[in-house]
């Protein structure tokens, strides 16, 4: 599996950015795919995380109400649309993937055995 994220960027506080996650492999209806994040200095911590077919997403608390996950199994693709953006919500988003049709909760860090490069979102104060 590979992934590709993209769509960081500077931008201002209470403005938006919809990242974006390709995945490679034939089997991408049953990834159950997350979104992470690392600010300087702190632990890769959990974002989003939606089902192999979207009907399960879950937040963590400090971005619920303004970011939304979804995924396009036809495009191999997943997104992360954020809104109202804080500076704390500056940090480096990784995509991650785990092969199942489960829908239990995964939002740990070492649950995920694969992982994208990165992109780097800036909220400017």
Not at 102 to 114: A, D, H, M, R, T
Request: charged share 15%; net charge positive.
């Amino acid at each position: 599996v590979q992934l590709q994220a993209s769509g960081g960027g500077l931008v201002q506080a209470g403005g938006s950015l919809r990242l974006s996650c390709a995945a490679s492999g034939r089997t991408f209806s049953s990834y159950y795919m997350g979104w992470f994040r690392q600010a300087p200095g702190k632990e890769r911590e959990f974002v989003a995380a939606i089902s192999w077919n979207g009907g399960f997403k879950f937040y963590a608390n400090p971005v619920k109400g303004r970011f939304t996950i979804s995924r396009d199994n036809a495009k191999n693709t997943m997104s992360l649309q954020m809104n109202s953006l804080k500076p704390e919500d500056t940090a480096v988003y990784y995509c991650a993937v785990r092969e199942t049709h489960s829908g239990s909760l995964y939002l740990q860090v070492s649950e995920y055995p694969y992982w994208g490069q990165g992109t780097l979102v800036t909220v400017s104060s």
